[in-house]
């Protein structure tokens, strides 16, 4: 996750930016968990996130005895 802030700004708001920041990367994780996008990206003014993960293929092996 990358978080530009621009300015001086206080403790208390840094706090309150960095969880709705937090907040938007849940959202986004979850839509791409429901949706199994292995890649994803984000990027408003305030945000930018990339998500890139590689699923790993479940393999069963069954046998007629």
Request: aromatic fraction near 8%.
């Amino acid at each position: 996750m990358k978080v530009t802030v621009n300015g001086t700004i206080s403790k208390d708001a840094l706090k309150v930016i960095l969880e709705t920041q937090k907040e938007k990367t849940k959202i986004i994780d979850e839509f791409c968990k429901e949706n199994k996008f292995t890649q994803f990206c984000y990027k408003d003014s305030e945000l930018e996130y990339s998500l890139d993960k590689q699923i790993k293929a479940k393999v069963e092996v069954r046998t007629n005895d």
